[in-house]
């Protein structure tokens, strides 16, 4: 059985996706040209979001509740604008389009009936997953219209691996290290530092180098008497490492050392260790041939990105937007220049950050995230 999670917001979901349009004739809250967004719309989602939260066992105060209320207006504002836009420019989605997504999401679970139990325990119901993936569909496609002329010349590639080798896409020297510690009692119980503490820790990494210079295997020493709970049982392993992610007197220690060398003991601010060298990788510099794909594809998002975004702020320029209650939000705000710049650089490694659609780091827009994991897994 594929089992979807559903633990739910942590209160920082502030990014582009869209949510579910509910229908009333509350009084409205906000209006956006001939469009109203009503006061149960609003609450609805809220309530939504708040009973997640409950069940996650977040405390919302009474300002994130506040600032939940800003983004879920402001987010409906564009939900009604990009419907709209839709609309006018003849994309549609039918209902063969929403269905064929549900019944996906459906035969990930061993029965429709478990499918329903576990969508009502979340707070929602089949109804809200169809309007979210037929708002998701407009979403898509939409910036596909809009982002479809977007390229990147070998040009530009080249001209960014060449800016930034130096830094990007140039790889430290890395060591491959294992590590026996016998830990400071004070580290666990927040105790106070004695010397008879310390006297306890250093006769325990002195018996096991005594038993290391007789001719012990490293990891089975670490096995048996490290204190390090988290690499004890992979026999002391800390992976590769680089310089800046040890403390001073380990990284130290660790640079001075051959591969196949065992450290003297190394005292550090957590107890002592004894460090054992197994590889080392030396600085090299990434081929272009090697990441030019990685730094195609991000600069590829990253444009699409920035398209996207001013087309949304082109949007909210030519709407009037009225805020009716307390809770005002942010889209009448004129947009500055760094609302463009998404920030990411790319990394190198081929990897792909596809934009399918969401692109914005807009605050004003709201994500949940296990919401959207959910409908992914259907795809």
Same mark, same amino acid.
């Given at each position: 059985m594929k089992?979807?999670?559903?633990? !739910?917001?942590? *209160? *920082? !979901? !502030?990014?582009?996706?869209?949510?579910?349009?509910?229908?009333?004739?509350?009084?409205? *809250? @906000?209006?956006?040209?001939?469009?109203? $967004?009503?006061?149960?719309? /609003?609450?609805?989602?809220?309530n939504f979001l708040e009973k997640q939260a409950e069940k996650s066992q977040v405390e919302l105060t009474d300002e994130d509740i506040k600032e939940l209320e800003i983004n879920i207006i402001d987010s409906l504002i564009m939900v009604k604008l990009l419907d709209r836009y839709a609309e006018e420019n003849g994309i549609t989605v039918t209902g063969e389009d929403v269905n064929q997504q549900i019944e996906q999401i459906v035969q990930s679970y061993e029965s429709e009936t478990e499918f329903e139990e576990d969508i009502k325990s979340m707070g929602i119901n089949r109804e809200f997953l169809e309007n979210e993936i037929r708002n998701q569909i407009i979403q898509s496609k939409v910036y596909g219209e809009n982002t479809a002329d977007i390229i990147v010349t070998d040009e530009q590639v080249r001209e960014y691996y060449e800016e930034n080798k130096s830094t990007l896409f140039t790889t430290p020297t890395? $060591?491959? /290290?294992?590590? $026996?510690?016998?830990?400071?009692?004070?580290?666990?119980?927040?105790?106070?530092?004695?010397?008879?503490?310390?006297?306890? @820790?250093?006769?325990?990494i002195e018996f096991v180098k005594e038993k290391l210079d007789d001719g012990a295997e490293f990891g089975d020493m670490a096995r048996q008497y490290s204190d390090d709970s988290a690499t004890s049982t992979d026999g002391g392993d800390l992976g590769f490492i680089s310089k800046g992610q040890m403390v001073e007197e380990f990284e130290k220690e660790v640079f001075s050392l051959k591969v196949g060398d065992t450290s003297d003991i190394v005292e550090t601010e957590f107890g002592y260790h004894l460090i054992k060298v197994f590889d080392r990788e030396e600085e090299r510099l990434q081929e272009f041939e090697e990441v030019k794909e990685g730094i195609n594809s991000t600069l590829l998002n990253l444009y699409r990105s920035e398209k996207w975004q001013t087309f949304l702020f082109s949007l909210i320029e030519n709407a009037k937007i009225e805020y009716l209650t307390e809770a005002e939000g942010t889209l009448n705000e004129k947009p500055g220049e760094d609302n463009a710049d998404t920030g990411q650089e790319p990394s190198g490694e081929g990897e792909d950050s596809e934009a399918d659609g969401g692109g914005t780091s807009d605050d004003q827009m709201i994500q949940d995230e296990e919401l959207e994991e959910f409908l992914e897994d259907g795809n």
């Amino acid at each position: 059985m594929k089992k979807v999670g559903l633990k !739910f917001m942590t *209160v *920082v !979901f !502030f990014m582009l996706i869209f949510v579910f349009v509910f229908t009333g004739c509350s009084s409205a *809250v @906000a209006t956006v040209d001939d469009m109203k $967004i009503n006061r149960d719309e /609003v609450d609805q989602y809220l309530n939504f979001l708040e009973k997640q939260a409950e069940k996650s066992q977040v405390e919302l105060t009474d300002e994130d509740i506040k600032e939940l209320e800003i983004n879920i207006i402001d987010s409906l504002i564009m939900v009604k604008l990009l419907d709209r836009y839709a609309e006018e420019n003849g994309i549609t989605v039918t209902g063969e389009d929403v269905n064929q997504q549900i019944e996906q999401i459906v035969q990930s679970y061993e029965s429709e009936t478990e499918f329903e139990e576990d969508i009502k325990s979340m707070g929602i119901n089949r109804e809200f997953l169809e309007n979210e993936i037929r708002n998701q569909i407009i979403q898509s496609k939409v910036y596909g219209e809009n982002t479809a002329d977007i390229i990147v010349t070998d040009e530009q590639v080249r001209e960014y691996y060449e800016e930034n080798k130096s830094t990007l896409f140039t790889t430290p020297t890395r $060591i491959r /290290v294992s590590h $026996i510690l016998a830990k400071f009692p004070w580290i666990d119980d927040q105790g106070e530092e004695t010397a008879e503490g310390r006297t306890e @820790a250093r006769e325990k990494i002195e018996f096991v180098k005594e038993k290391l210079d007789d001719g012990a295997e490293f990891g089975d020493m670490a096995r048996q008497y490290s204190d390090d709970s988290a690499t004890s049982t992979d026999g002391g392993d800390l992976g590769f490492i680089s310089k800046g992610q040890m403390v001073e007197e380990f990284e130290k220690e660790v640079f001075s050392l051959k591969v196949g060398d065992t450290s003297d003991i190394v005292e550090t601010e957590f107890g002592y260790h004894l460090i054992k060298v197994f590889d080392r990788e030396e600085e090299r510099l990434q081929e272009f041939e090697e990441v030019k794909e990685g730094i195609n594809s991000t600069l590829l998002n990253l444009y699409r990105s920035e398209k996207w975004q001013t087309f949304l702020f082109s949007l909210i320029e030519n709407a009037k937007i009225e805020y009716l209650t307390e809770a005002e939000g942010t889209l009448n705000e004129k947009p500055g220049e760094d609302n463009a710049d998404t920030g990411q650089e790319p990394s190198g490694e081929g990897e792909d950050s596809e934009a399918d659609g969401g692109g914005t780091s807009d605050d004003q827009m709201i994500q949940d995230e296990e919401l959207e994991e959910f409908l992914e897994d259907g795809n």
